[in-house]
Structure formats: C-alpha cells, structure tokens
C-alpha cells in the first residue's frame, strides 16, 4: 500500500486549505486513517484520525478548525484545514492502520507502533503572519 499526499503550499494566516491523501495498491478498508503535523525539531503529532466507522477525533489545537474525512470509492483521506494560523506550519502526513487488529483511536492519534502501519511522504503547509 502507497499514500501520497497532495494540497500543501503557501497561505496567509485565517486562509484555507484542503489535504488530500491517495491509498494505492489498496485491497482492504483501513482500521483507521490520521493525519499528523511535524515542526521541524519537534516530534510528529497527531492532529486528526477518522475510523471506519466514520468516527472522527481531533487534537485540541485543530478542534473547530479542521476536518477529517474519507472517500473510500476513490480511497482518498481528506483534511479541511480553515483558519489557518501560523503555528499550524509544518510538515503534514498521513497514515493508516491496514493490517492486524483494529487499533482503538487513541493509538491511532498517537501513531503507536502497533497501530499505524502505513505512512505518505508528506506534504509542507506554511502559514504566514
């Protein structure tokens, strides 16, 4: 399985952006699908996870403002990404849990080893003042 990010680029801060992630080589439904955000020097978090179920959980510093969602005709993970500030600057993956039991969300947000098996290249978000 491939995923491949699409959507990143340049924008002025209260702006839009819309992420789109694309699963290849797909033969099964994903247990679940997250998006993360790295800042250079800083760990990978996770910011927005859907299950599914269709069930949805966000960081606190995203709530409000982004939405995860999924095509699963076009094996697509999407984020809706409004007000934009700032700090919302970084690197963005996503990834998924594929293969082995399903993982509670929890895992998934965090990106447990266990859980997330699968993850795109990235794509860069810069937000400016």
């Known amino acids: 399985v491939y995923l491949e990010e699409s959507g990143g680029g340049s924008v002025q801060a209260g702006g839009s952006l819309r992420l789109a992630c694309t699963a290849s080589?797909?033969?099964?439904?994903?247990?679940?699908m997250a998006w993360f955000r790295q800042v250079p020097g800083q760990e990978r978090n996770g910011i927005a996870v859907t299950d599914s179920d269709g069930r949805t959980t966000y960081a606190d510093s995203v709530k409000g403002r982004f939405t995860i969602s999924q095509d699963n005709a076009e094996n697509t993970l999407y984020l809706q990404m409004n007000s934009l500030k700032p700090e919302d600057t970084g690197m963005y993956y996503c990834a998924a849990a594929f293969y082995g039991m399903r993982p509670t969300m929890y895992d998934c947000l965090t990106g447990a080893p266990h859980a997330i098996d699968t993850w795109g290249q990235g794509t860069l978000v810069t937000v400016s003042s």
């Open positions: 080589g797909v033969a099964t439904i994903s247990h679940c």
